[in-house]
T-cell receptor
Framework: ETGVTQSPTHLIKTRGQQVTLRCSSQSGHNTVSWYQQALGQGPQFIFQYYREEENGRGNFPPRFSGLQFPNYSSELNVNALELDDSALYLC???????????FGPGTRLTVL | AQSVTQLGSHVSVSEGALVLLRCNYSSSVPPYLFWYVQYPNQGLQLLLKYTTGATLVKGINGFEAEFKKSETSFHLTKPSAHMSDAAEYFCAVSDLRRGGKLIFGQGTELSVKP
């Protein structure tokens, strides 16, 4: 059974650029959640996708957007990058009914 | 609204000593509660969870936690610390919606001295 995978591992961008992060969910999981973890902080919920539809959103501006595909993989897009967007971005997948989320290793984004 | 407070951003214990990491939560609905561990430059690994039923929950690596509704607490314990337990620990609460979002505490860094 393949776990949650994320790509790329690391990414360096400059202010104002756009970035796309990718996540492949664990086999059999139909729900994907994205979290932002700033240095020294706990993860903060960005949004969740269930069966290709957004199913809840945290306190993040609209320049954070996402997609979920028919195979339940997902993308996180961030436009107009700001320095404060530098963080570890974590993807987690789950089976809706079980409510247990399995996390990927994360993508480390650095904005210069 | 839900929230989590972890008491103590850093905890240091000697190898073989008791580990106690404190977590208090706030929730207007019956909570699901979780403890995750994060090793440097890695994602989060689930240690244990409480959903319903038995309030003493056993997890991996010898950890356990007890849900105390009256105290709104979910403290993590391990009788004897091992060097490999050194990591960041996060307590989280979730609502009951399907796949509900996790709300994390700020984390507690556990150091284990030889």
């Amino acid at each position: 059974e393949t776990g949650v995978t994320q790509s790329p591992t690391h990414l360096i961008k400059t202010r104002g650029q756009q970035v796309t992060l990718r996540c492949s969910s664990q086999s059999g999981h139909n729900t994907v959640s994205w979290y932002q973890q700033a240095l020294g902080q706990g993860p903060q919920f960005i949004f969740q996708y269930y069966r290709e539809e957004e199913n809840g959103r945290g306190n993040f501006p609209p320049r954070f957007s996402g997609l979920q595909f028919p195979n339940y993989s997902s993308e996180l897009n961030v436009n107009a990058l700001e320095l404060d967007d530098s963080a570890l971005y974590l993807c987690a997948s789950s089976q809706a009914q079980e409510n247990e989320q399995f996390f990927g290793p994360g993508t480390r984004l650095t904005v210069l | 609204a839900q929230s989590v407070t972890q008491l103590g951003s850093h905890v240091s214990v000697s190898e073989g000593a008791l580990v106690l990491l404190r977590c208090n939560y706030s929730s207007s609905v019956p909570p699901y509660l979780f403890w995750y561990v994060q090793y440097p430059n890695q994602g989060l690994q689930l240690l244990l969870k409480y959903t319903t039923g038995a309030t003493l929950v056993k997890g991996i690596n010898g950890f356990e936690a007890e849900f105390k509704k009256s105290e709104t607490s979910f403290h993590l314990t391990k009788p004897s610390a091992h060097m490999s337990d050194a990591a960041e620990y996060f307590c989280a609460v979730s609502d009951l919606r399907r796949g509900g979002k996790l709300i994390f505490g700020q984390g507690t860094e556990l150091s284990v001295k030889p």
